[in-house]
Structures are given as C-alpha cells and as structure tokens.
C-alpha cells in the first residue's frame, strides 16, 4: 500500500541532517596552522545567547539531528551550558571540537549530565609536551591531556585529533603508542596542516613537502595495519594514501573509470550539511565562510537549503567533468579522481569549482612525491 | 491493549520527513534513528492521542492505495514496535 498523494521525488533532504555552529570567534590558542583566524570564518564578534537559542528553536522546527559545536573554541564561551541546555530542549545531540585546554570536572560533569553528547574532539598534536606545544603553545600539551582525562572519567565518548606536519612527523609512532596504548582510546583520526587560515602564513614552518607526505602517509599505513584500522582519516596523508593507491591501481590494470568519480565529487558537504558562522551567518560549511546565504534569525532556513543559488551551484559541481579543466588535461588519472575538497581549491585558487591542487596525485608525483608500498611492514 | 487506547509519539523523538516521502525517526534520547516508508510516515503523523488504532485504520483507508484486509494487524504491530523501541506509547485512559 502507498498513500496516494507522494512528494514530486527531489533526490534532496528537506533540511540539513546536522549542522556546524561556530559558537564562538574566541580562542585561548593561536596554533599556527589553525585554519579559522585570518579565514572569513574569523569574524571578530560573537552572537548573544538569546541569538542562538531562538535558532535552536528553528533547527527543531527543521528536524535536524545533531549540531556540532566548533569556533574558534567552543568554551570560551561561558554561556556554554546555557547553549547546550537549548539544544537538548530542541531534540538535538552534540559534539564539540575542542583544543581541550579548557574542560573542567564540572563541565565534564554538566556534559554527561545532558546524555546528548555524542562526543568531545580533542586536538593533540605530539607525544609529548615539546612536539605538541611547538604549534600550539607551551603547557598545552598538558593541558589538552588533563581535559582528555576528566572527558574520559565522566564517561563521555572522547576522539581525538592529530593534525600532521613538520614538527610531528617523527612522532607518529609515539603519539599512536600514546593514544591507543597508554590512554586507551578505541581510535583517533588525523589530518594534516591545509592552506587554510593562519596556515596560509607559516605554511613553509608547518606544511608537509612532497618527501615529507610520503614519510607520513607510510607510517600512517603502517600503523592503521598495526594497530588493527583504529587509526582513520577523512583528508590528511592517512586518507591520500589509501585513495591514491586505489587511483593507481585503477590506471594500472586500465579500469574505464572508479563509481562517483571523474567529475568533482569530492565533497558531499551540501547535500546533508548546513553551517554558521560566530556572527550568525549562514555558510555552507565551516572551511567556505566566504559564502554567505543568510542570517539566523533573519532567513528562513528551509528556504536557504532548498533555494540558495549558491548552494546549488555546490552542489551541481558533482555534474562537472574533470576533463573541463586545464589543470586536468592530459591526466591519466581522471576516471579515478574526486577533484577534493572545494574549500582548499578556494584557498589556493580563489574558486571552489576546481579541482584542488593540493589534493593532485599527478602534480604530487610531478614535485617528487611518492607513492607508498601497500604491503610495507 | 484495549481497543479504546490511542498512541501517542514519545515527545523528544524527531520525525525527519527525507525526500520522495520517507522519514527518519530520530530519538534525541538514545542518538538511535528508525527508516519509516511512506504508509509509516502517514501512519506517526495520525499518532496524536485523539485516535484509536481502528480508527487509524480508517484513516488508512481513505488516504492510501492498496490497503489490505489484514492492515489492522500489521497496525498493531506496527505500533507495537513503536512502543517496545521507546518511540511511542499510549494516552493515559480516563476512568
């Protein structure tokens, strides 16, 4: 049986499933890679309490899920349980993304409390205190394992994040050890220093060279074997290793072409995501807050997620072939290739609709760089 | 249950209405999330504590194609398993 009116079938959610709040424009830190001070996401302001709760309100009346608490850092805000408390009120679950310096036992305690935390992502960078602190400060490293610690004893879902470059390269080993040994998590995920940000400043300092994210991404294969897959990546040396191995066995045994690939599909972001910005306006996503489509309060959501043109043309860009761009030509590897993440390519290239450089398999072996052996020890 | 008692959805659970008419059932509580087909959908939307399952039935009928003999047992099952996932219950019954 069927109901007998049905919807006109759009391959689009009604509203976005989650969202991604920048809470806050302040932070205790200055790492020098963050990828949010000096961005358009650095706004200088932040919403007042009242702001956020009556769009709290809108999200429910929106059904979304899960809202993921970001800024900057997220308790710096000292109305933070006063937020928290608005989006359970809105049947909503949470995470927040966490330099860790900050937690105390009686937030940990609040957080728990709630039984709507899906999870506090903390950032540790090093093994130890030298090679963490050395992008993000002195006594920080303490700090975020200390934050690690009460998160862990009040029994909330605790991840962490290792963002690769320069000064941790040679740690990778240890910081595994430390995490998935000595502390104990069920796993971690790593990325890696990106051209976002106060990054784009000290890029030479920080980012990975060719050489360097062949070291990574066989140390990272090696231990993901290791360690039994508890090590994971979205982007980062981690998740090129795995993808670029595929794209080269792909053109090797000649396959026409890989299933979503050869167009740029490497962001599905706008089909499921929604974000906002510290001064309450609404960005597809935290990393293209050069994007405006509106402001809380002010603009209907459903109509910005169903209507903004500049969400469509995000997401049309699955529809463009890879082998429209210049940069492309002559790629063997465009069956096989997503193009990455449009936020990157704005940073580099001033244009989300291309392919992200910084992501190029050809351009990586052009610069020197290697591939990894799949099977090494 | 009597014939006379009336569902009600659990008021912290999330009806996500995705596209071509199926929905997600999102218990806020638990993070736990439940597919619903289109006849679910119709069917959580008339759990409002003012209509007995027979009732729904009824309902079921008027508004959807196709509906079989045996749909009032498939109802109570229906909402059986809505009630034994914590996503539903009844209206308190005035003596």
Redesign the interface.
């Known amino acids: 049986?069927?109901?007998?009116r049905?919807?006109a079938?759009?391959?689009?959610?009604?509203?976005p499933?989650s969202v991604d709040l920048a809470i806050t424009n302040q932070c205790n830190l200055r790492c020098t890679y963050c990828s949010h001070f000096t961005s358009a996401g650095d706004v200088g302001q932040d919403l007042p309490t009242e702001e956020w709760l009556r769009f709290f309100e809108e999200l429910?009346r929106c059904?979304v899920?899960d809202a993921i608490l970001q800024g900057a850092e997220p308790f710096c805000r000292e109305d933070l349980k006063q937020l928290i408390q608005g989006i359970?009120r809105n049947?909503?679950?949470f995470n927040i993304l966490s330099n860790g310096t900050l937690i105390t036992d009686e937030m940990a305690s609040f957080l728990a409390s709630t039984?709507?935390c899906?999870g506090v992502q903390i950032s540790i960078d090093g093994s130890t205190p030298k090679i963490h602190d050395a992008c993000r400060g002195k006594g920080n490293f303490v700090r975020a394992m200390k934050g690690i610690k009460i998160l862990r004893r009040h029994g909330l879902p605790v991840s962490v994040r290792v963002t690769i470059h320069k000064h941790n390269l040679k740690d990778l080993e240890d910081i595994a050890r430390l995490l998935l040994e000595e502390v104990g998590l069920p796993s971690f995920s790593t990325n890696s220093a990106s051209f976002m940000g106060l990054c784009r400043y000290n890029a030479e300092e920080v980012q990975l060279s060719p050489e360097d994210r062949f070291l990574a991404m066989e140390t990272l294969l090696r231990l993901h074997r290791k360690y039994n897959s508890r090590i994971n990546a979205e982007a980062g040396p981690l998740a090129e290793a795995e993808t670029w191995l595929e794209m080269e066995k792909a053109r090797q045994e000649r396959r026409e072409r890989m299933p979503g690939r050869g167009c740029l599909t490497g962001c599905g972001g706008p089909m499921s995501k929604l974000a906002v910005r510290a001064d309450g306006v609404i960005v597809p996503c935290i990393q293209m807050s050069h994007i405006e489509l509106g402001r809380i309060n002010r603009d209907d959501l459903h109509e910005v997620w169903e209507n903004h043109p500049e969400l469509k043309r995000l997401r049309e860009r699955r529809n463009i072939p890879l082998s429209d761009f210049e940069f492309c030509k002559g790629c063997d590897y465009i069956p096989y290739c997503t193009g990455n993440c449009p936020a990157l390519a704005y940073t580099i290239l001033g244009e989300e609709n291309h392919p992200s450089p910084d992501a190029c398999l050809r351009k990586f072996l052009e610069e020197g760089g290697r591939l990894p052996d799949e099977n090494a020890k | 249950m009597p014939d006379t008692a009336k569902p009600i959805p659990n008021s912290l659970v999330v009806l996500r209405e995705e596209f071509d008419d199926w929905a997600i059932l999102f218990d806020s509580a638990t993070g736990n999330a439940f597919g619903l087909n289109p006849v679910g959908v119709f069917v959580w939307k008339c759990l409002d504590g003012n209509r007995t399952i027979k009732e729904i039935v009824n309902e079921l009928r008027e508004n959807c194609e196709g509906v079989p003999e045996e749909a009032e047992g498939h109802l109570r099952e229906f909402i059986q398993d809505l009630v034994e996932q914590g996503l539903a219950g009844y209206e308190t019954q005035k003596d």
Do not use: G, Q, S
């Not at chain 1, 079938?9 to 509203?15: E, F, K, P, R, Y």
């Open positions: 049986m069927r109901p007998k049905i919807n079938a759009v391959n689009l959610m009604n509203t499933r429910n059904a899920m359970v049947r909503m679950r039984y709507r899906d």
